[in-house]
C-alpha cells in the first residue's frame, strides 16, 4: 500500500478522534451550568423560605402591637366605666368592652397559630439547609470530576493536534484539499476499502477495469461515485486453511 494512502488513513484516524474529544469538550459547559442551576434554584427556595419567615414575623409582630392597643384600650375603657352616669352610655361602653375582647380573643388566636407557624417554617428552612449543603458538596465534587475530565481531554486533543499537523505536513496539497473538501461535505468516513467489490463509503459497484487498478495499491484512487479516497484491503486467509498447501 503506497505512503499516501497509509497517512490518509492516520489521518483519518486522529481526525474521527479529535472530533470524539470536541463533541465531548462541548457537552461539559451545559452540564456544569446545568449542576449550577439545580444549585442556584436551591438557594432560590432557601430565599424563599428566609422571606416567607420574615413575613410571619412581621404578621406576629403587628399582631402584638394590635393586642396591646386594645389591651390599653381596655384600661381607659374600664376606667370611662366607672365615670358614666348614664345607663345608655354605660350599656354602649359595655358593648364597644365586649367587642375588643372578642377582638383580642381572635388576635391571640391569629398569634398562636404565627407562633405554630414560625416553628414550622423553621424546621422547614433548617431541612432546606442541610439537604442544601449536602446538594452542594455533591455538585462541587460533580463539577471538579468533570473539569478534570476536560483537562484531560484538552490535554490529550493537543497531543493528538501535534500528531494530527504532523501527518498533514507529509500529505500534498492537493490530496489534502480532496480530503478536507469530502470532509466538508460530510462524505465521511473519506477513505475507504473495497466491500464485495463496492466502494466502503457509498456501496455502489466497481467496475471491473477500474477494480484492477485499484488493487494495485499503487496510486491514489477516487470513488467514481462519492469521490472517496477508496483502497484495496487484503483479505487475510481463514486460519484452517492458513497452513494448507
Known amino acids: 500500500m503506497i505512503q499516501e494512502i497509509q497517512s490518509l488513513q492516520l489521518l483519518q484516524v486522529l481526525d474521527t478522534q479529535i472530533g470524539e474529544i470536541e463533541a465531548r469538550l462541548a457537552q461539559i459547559p451545559p452540564e456544569v451550568d446545568a449542576l449550577e442551576q439545580r444549585q442556584q434554584e436551591m438557594d432560590n427556595k432557601i430565599e424563599a423560605k428566609v422571606s416567607e419567615l420574615e413575613e410571619q414575623r412581621k404578621m ?14 381596655l384600661v381607659k375603657f374600664n376606667v370611662q366605666l366607672n365615670q358614666i352616669k348614664s345607663n345608655e352610655e354605660y350599656r354602649s361602653m359595655l358593648k ?44 462541587q465534587h460533580s463539577v471538579s470530576i468533570i ?64 477494480l484492477i487498478e485499484i488493487k494495485r495499491n499503487d496510486k491514489i484512487n477516487y470513488c467514481e461515485n462519492c469521490s472517496r479516497f477508496i483502497f484495496w484491503k487484503e483479505t487475510e486467509q481463514p486460519e484452517e486453511t492458513a497452513g494448507q498447501s
Not at 409582630?61 to 384600650?73: C, G, I, M, Y
Open 96 to 139: 364597644q368592652i365586649e367587642t375588643i375582647k372578642y377582638q383580642n380573643s381572635e388576635i391571640e388566636s391569629a398569634i398562636l397559630e404565627t407562633y405554630e407557624e414560625l416553628d414550622s417554617l423553621k424546621k422547614q428552612q433548617a431541612e432546606m439547609k442541610k439537604e442544601a449543603e449536602i446538594f452542594k458538596t455533591s455538585v
Open 60 to 73: 406576629q409582630r403587628k399582631l402584638d402591637v394590635d393586642l396591646q392597643t386594645n389591651e390599653e384600650k
Open 147 to 210: 473539569r478534570a475530565e476536560e483537562n484531560e481531554m484538552q490535554q490529550k486533543k493537543n497531543e493528538l493536534l501535534v500528531e494530527f499537523n504532523e501527518v498533514r505536513n507529509g500529505i500534498t496539497t492537493e490530496i489534502l484539499a480532496h480530503y478536507d473538501k469530502l470532509k466538508n461535505s460530510k462524505l465521511t468516513p473519506a477513505i475507504v476499502s473495497i466491500i464485495d467489490e463496492r466502494c466502503g463509503g457509498c456501496y455502489m459497484n466497481i467496475r471491473p477495469k477500474v
